[in-house]
């Protein structure tokens, strides 16, 4: 079933009791799923949860104001980790009747969370004032969601309003990767942050710091390996639990932005954009770059154009 199915169905089956911030409840055994629909335009509308809380936008705009956090836009794509009890003021400067402003918000039990919080640590040896278990108690997090993540949060929404026999199961499965994927989001942030404590005392930091620097390079798995001090089967397995993601996927992601930029500021041969990024071949170039963006680079070329 598709987002905008299972949106569908959402819409015949909620009722409307409040044009700003009307709330719609989905239960399991451990978690709760709440969509809150406005359609109008509102400011300093209060909202506050008794359980940490993971939201993400599905439409519309909404301008947070958090307290000790800087006032923010929070946009489809993105999604905020709220701890309990944790005050917040919202104005929604673009709902309308025909455009309303929806969100949903993942009520998650907390000692789920840690278990969770603490399998990854063993994992990947991050500390923890650097995981979402600090967060999820002391401050909000706000954070772009990957692919994963995204389509993890609406396999979330239709199991959630899903009337499965296993829905539990499949919930439980679910949320525990979707906490999983909100951690490495946060410790990748944290590894790359030049103000981060673990950006000069972190192995990881000091690999990808090498990556962002020398992507052009013909950079192997042993090479980064040794950059960690690490053996190349630990640093493959430690890399991806704390990031989520292979160091050569990385690598190539890392490689295609940078293509992205050129793309999108020279005229420069597409052929010469993939040897000058680091890619080896105009193939591979071009097959990496449809899989992430789901487009050619000469489509991407063609769709910044026009």
């Known amino acids: 079933m598709s987002l905008d199915s299972t949106l569908h169905n959402h819409i015949n089956y909620r009722k409307i009791e409040t044009l700003v911030e009307n709330r719609t409840v989905y239960s399991a055994e451990f978690a709760e799923m709440n969509i809150y629909e406005t359609h109008k335009k509102a400011n300093q509308v209060y909202l ?65 969370i840690q278990e969770t919080i603490d399998v990854y640590q063993n994992a990947t040896e991050i500390e923890e004032s650097f995981t979402l278990g600090s967060n999820l108690n002391l401050s909000p997090l706000h954070l772009n969601n990957n692919t994963q993540v995204q389509h993890l949060l609406e396999r979330l929404l239709q ?22 994927r909100l951690l490495q989001t946060n410790a990748r942030g944290a590894l790359l ?37 690490m053996s190349k089967s630990h640093f493959y397995k430690s890399f991806k639990n704390t990031l989520g993601e292979t160091p050569m996927e990385y690598l190539n992601s890392e490689r295609l932005k940078q293509a992205k930029k050129l793309i999108r500021t020279t005229s420069s041969k597409l052929s010469d954009i993939a040897f000058s990024t680091g890619f080896n071949s105009s193939s591979y170039f071009v097959t990496q770059f449809k899989k992430q963006e789901g487009m050619t680079p000469s489509q991407f070329r063609k769709s910044i154009l026009y």
Not at 159 to 180: P, Q, R
Not at 200 to 224: C, G, P, Q, S, W
């Open 48 to 112: 506050e949860f008794d359980c940490p809380i993971i939201a993400s936008m599905i439409s519309g705009r909404k301008i947070m104001h958090l307290k000790n956090k800087a006032t923010f836009d929070f946009l489809p794509g993105e999604s905020v980790v709220l701890p309990a009890k944790k005050k917040m003021i919202i104005d929604f400067p673009d709902a309308t009747l025909d455009s309303p402003t929806r969100c949903m918000a993942l009520g998650i039990d907390s000692q789920k």
């Open 159 to 180: 199991t959630f309003s899903s009337g499965h026999k296993s829905k539990d199961a499949l919930l439980d499965v679910m949320i525990k990767e979707l906490i999983l």
């Open 193 to 229: 942050d030049e103000n981060s404590y673990l950006f000069d005392n972190h192995r990881m930091a000091f690999v990808l710091k090498y990556i962002r620097e020398y992507y052009k390079d013909d950079i192997t798995v042993e090479d980064l390996a040794d950059k960690a001090c």
